[in-house]
Structure formats: structure tokens, C-alpha cells
């Protein structure tokens, strides 16, 4: 236990200087609060994800981002007679996929639950995110509920996507 005699001989004038040079020291040196590095991305970093209504005349959608940066959307809606589906293919960088990775470690994408339910509806809009890395699989789904942090992620693996299909073509073909 510290005293009182103890705090003051710490706060004297010369020991307050040798105080705050070991605190500088320290914080130059890293000895001070360190911020989280997340692993290096894995050769095998895949990213599916997607969502849609219960119901298939309402429209799917899943897009997949492959470990060489190849983005593909599939879209589809409706059914019988009536169905289609349209894919489109894109390109991200490296840096890109990296930044992606980096992301899913801020949110804590790997200590999510695997799903989340608001159970007062009875119809509810289904979203999912499953990635592949270092051999493992780890997928979260929602319905009509998220975490803000799988709605950030969310929101990220989307405009991902937009900006590597901008102006791709999108193939139409019955399922």
C-alpha cells in the first residue's frame, strides 16, 4: 500500500521530472496502450453475403467476393414462367480486399452471434455474411434485426460491390 509520505516523496520537483521522463520514454518507446493490429489477410479471405424477402417474387440478392478480388453479383426475382436472374462480375484491389479485412476486425465481425431475430415479425427481411479465412467459415445472418457493427460491415461489402460493377454489363438468363 502507498502512504502518504510515499506520494510526496513521488511528487517532490525532482521526482516529478524523473517521473514525466519515464513517461515520455515510455510513451516513445510503446510502452503505452497499444492499438489492435488484425492478422494479415489470409490467401484464402472470401466474402459471401446477400439477402431478400421470404418471398422469391420479391427478389434475392447474393454477391461474392473470391481471395483474387472477383466480385459477382446474382440477383434474382420472381418465379415459374415469370422468373430471372442477372449476374454481373467485377474486379477490387488488393488494398481494397485489405481494408475489408481490417474493417471486419474493427467491428468484431468474428465475435458476432451467428444470427439475430426480431421475432414480433412475422415476414422479415433476411441479410447474411459469411467469411471464409484460414480455412474456417464464421456466417451471421439477420432478420429484420443487426448490431450496428454487421450493418456497418453491411454497408461496406455493398458499396464495395457498386463500385466494382459500375458500368459492368448484367447478364440476364431464366434460372
Not at 17 to 37: F, I, Q, W
Not at 44 to 64: I, L
Not at 126 to 132: A, K, V
Request: include cysteine.
Amino acid at each position: 500500500m502507498v502512504s502518504m509520505k510515499h506520494l510526496d516523496q513521488l511528487f517532490r520537483p525532482g521526482h516529478r521530472l524523473l517521473a514525466m521522463t519515464c513517461g515520455t520514454l515510455c510513451l516513445l518507446a510503446g510502452c503505452g496502450p497499444k492499438e489492435k493490429v488484425p492478422p494479415p489477410m489470409p490467401v484464402d479471405f472470401e466474402v459471401r453475403w446477400g439477402g431478400g424477402s421470404p418471398h422469391s417474387e420479391w427478389g434475392q440478392e447474393e454477391s461474392t467476393l473470391t481471395a483474387q478480388g472477383d466480385v459477382i453479383q446474382v440477383k434474382s426475382e420472381g418465379f415459374g414462367k415469370k422468373a430471372k436472374c442477372g449476374q454481373t462480375r467485377g474486379h477490387v484491389t488488393r488494398q481494397q480486399q485489405e481494408s475489408l479485412w481490417k474493417l471486419l476486425h474493427e467491428q468484431h465481425f468474428f465475435k458476432l452471434q451467428a444470427n439475430y431475430t426480431d421475432f414480433r415479425k412475422i415476414q422479415g427481411f433476411t441479410e447474411f455474411i459469411t467469411i471464409r479465412a484460414n480455412g474456417r467459415t464464421n456466417t451471421v445472418s439477420v432478420t429484420d434485426t443487426a448490431p450496428e457493427s454487421f450493418a456497418q460491415i453491411l454497408a461496406a461489402l455493398d458499396q464495395l460491390r457498386d463500385a466494382a460493377l459500375a458500368g459492368q454489363p448484367t447478364v440476364t438468363r431464366k434460372p
